[in-house]
């Protein structure tokens, strides 16, 4: 099961919904819980991770609350984390610094290029950074969003070769995604897609009407 920690502000939901919806489209079954007190417990953290597994889950989905971020980290271990706010990116770089756990070295960062730039975290950190955005940093952009509340096109390019979860290179590409009846932020729709990607699903396959996301 691949455990992704996202860290909470406004849009938080509608990424969510973006992520659950794509996931769908791949056959993915994912599960949202929010972090609380009882991953502080070894014990009940295995049994909690123990029954998601027993009932197929693919993708467990952490909402982390700002205050809870600095623990959270300590507390879990991660494959992916979505963060887009620049303090707290600097509270995570801070902790992903002085974290001992080996896995650390697996994780892979999403982030906002737009915000934060990723050429000033990488050089020497063990992790890895899958910048999304509209610089020409970002892995996961797209060159044209259209008037998506008109037309419904949203064009998203991944514009250098990446490995995904499961270890499959992913080469340079676009995807065509139809949003019809839909508005979505642009940003938002790229965060899910990042993810999206990451997980080996192909985006052309979201091209069915969508009037709300469950």
């Known amino acids: 099961m691949h455990i ?34 009882r991953f502080k417990y070894i014990q009940k953290w295995k049994d909690y991770c123990s029954a998601l597994n027993q009932v197929g889950t693919d993708i467990l989905m952490i909402k982390i609350k700002p205050k809870d971020l600095e623990a959270a980290i300590k507390d879990l271990v991660l494959d992916t984390l979505i963060v887009n706010d620049y303090y707290e990116w600097n509270v995570v770089l801070s902790q992903l610094r002085n974290d001992t756990k080996s896995t650390s070295d697996e994780l892979t960062v999403i982030l906002n290029n737009d915000i934060v730039k990723t050429s000033q975290f990488t050089s020497i950190e063990g992790y890895r950074v899958l910048g999304y955005g509209f610089n020409k940093e970002s892995i996961i952009t797209t060159s ?71």
């Open 144 to 214: 044209s969003t259209g008037e998506p509340s008109i037309s419904g096109q949203f064009l998203c390019c991944i514009t250098s070769s990446l490995i995904s979860a499961n270890g499959k290179k992913v080469e340079p590409q676009e995807y065509v995604m139809s949003f019809e009846n839909s508005i979505r932020d642009p940003y938002n729709v790229l965060v899910a897609a990042s993810f999206a990607v990451l997980h080996d699903i192909n985006l052309n396959k979201i091209n069915d009407k969508i009037t709300e996301f469950e």
């Open 4 to 37: 992704t920690g996202i860290v909470e502000s406004k849009n938080t939901q509608e990424i969510l919904d973006t992520i659950k919806y794509f996931l769908g489209v791949g056959n993915k079954k994912v599960s949202f819980t929010e972090y609380d007190y």
